[in-house]
């Protein structure tokens, strides 16, 4: 039952949730072809001219910080094709946010002093296999090497690494335990998410690897006198856990079979300017043309942040989440920005 009230702050729902947390992709192309994310023929690219630029990132940025936010992940596609990745990072920093990054991971090499410069010490690498041949083969592009050796880059350079690893029945989920011994002796979160419908990506429930598949497996091999329950932070989405005796830890991200959304303070902006209020969702409200026609974007901001659902966009069962003619209405994660 959803309690309606009187919206005091324009990030502020109508389940009183706050949303402090801003994630911004920056473009829509990307140097990687995961199956599970981008269409096998590709998605229909904006127009650069109707993508937001350096100057409509930071106003429209500062807008969120004015009001509330104090955390702004970048994102994508691979937010680190831009070309101007590095001048986004540098005026984003002026704000008073915590700066973090979702990449793939294939190109920080050269972007680490500029991360130490401008403050991202946060940085989430996607990673779904430590094999060659079936990153090859998940992602289209042969580049595994490049991806681990940068990923030890950024732990040797003392950053805070969580590794996201998409869970996929009968391809990667005979990793679990070797993701898992990697915290032994690293530093890391490994965060194993459960995989997502979105349009053009053939997810299907018999390729899903629930949260219960997970600990499952976990508890089958290191014991359950080893597996350690973390604390969840007041906005979790990832359920954490550490192996006794590990310097790391892990997490589970089960948006499909066990959603989190009571405590979601998160909110999207799309490379294309258009607000998202959850992930879930194909309702779209375009703030970029309201600023370019110099219009004030706050009360566009408070509508959409409000109208958002209780719980996945709706899709509250997974039944509903289940049936193509709803999942399938959302763009692809790769235009959304995960
Ligand atoms: N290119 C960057 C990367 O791969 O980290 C950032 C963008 S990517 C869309 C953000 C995250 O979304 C990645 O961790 C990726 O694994 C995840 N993702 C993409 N498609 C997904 C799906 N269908 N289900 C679950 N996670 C997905
Ligand atoms: Fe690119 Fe990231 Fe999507 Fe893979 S998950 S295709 S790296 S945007």
Known sequence: MINTVEQKNILTDKMLRKHNYLRISLTEKCNLRCTYCMPADGVQLT?????????????????????????????????????????????????????????????????????????????????????ADKFKFITRRDQFLKAYENISLLVQNGFNIKLNVVLIKNFNDDEIKSFINLTKDLPIVVRFIEFMPFNGNNWDKSKLVTQKDILHDVVSYFGSDKLVKLEDNLNFISRDYQISGFMGSFGIISSVSNPFCDGCNRIRLTANGKLKNCLFSNDETDILSSLRNNETIEPLIAKTVYKKFAIRANMDTFKKLNNPELHSKNRSMLTIGG
């Open 47 to 131: 127009p650069k001219n109707s993508l937001m630029n350096v100057d409509e990132i930071f106003s429209i940025a500062k807008i969120f910080v004015d009001h509330g936010v104090n955390k702004i992940r970048l994102t994508g596609g691979e937010p680190l094709v831009r070309k101007d990745f590095s001048e986004i990072l540098k005026r984003l920093n002026s704000l008073n946010a915590d700066l973090s990054l979702t990449t793939n991971g294939i190109l920080v090499d050269r972007f680490i002093d500029d991360f130490k410069a401008y403050n991202l010490r946060s940085i989430n690498v996607s990673l779904d296999t430590l094999q």
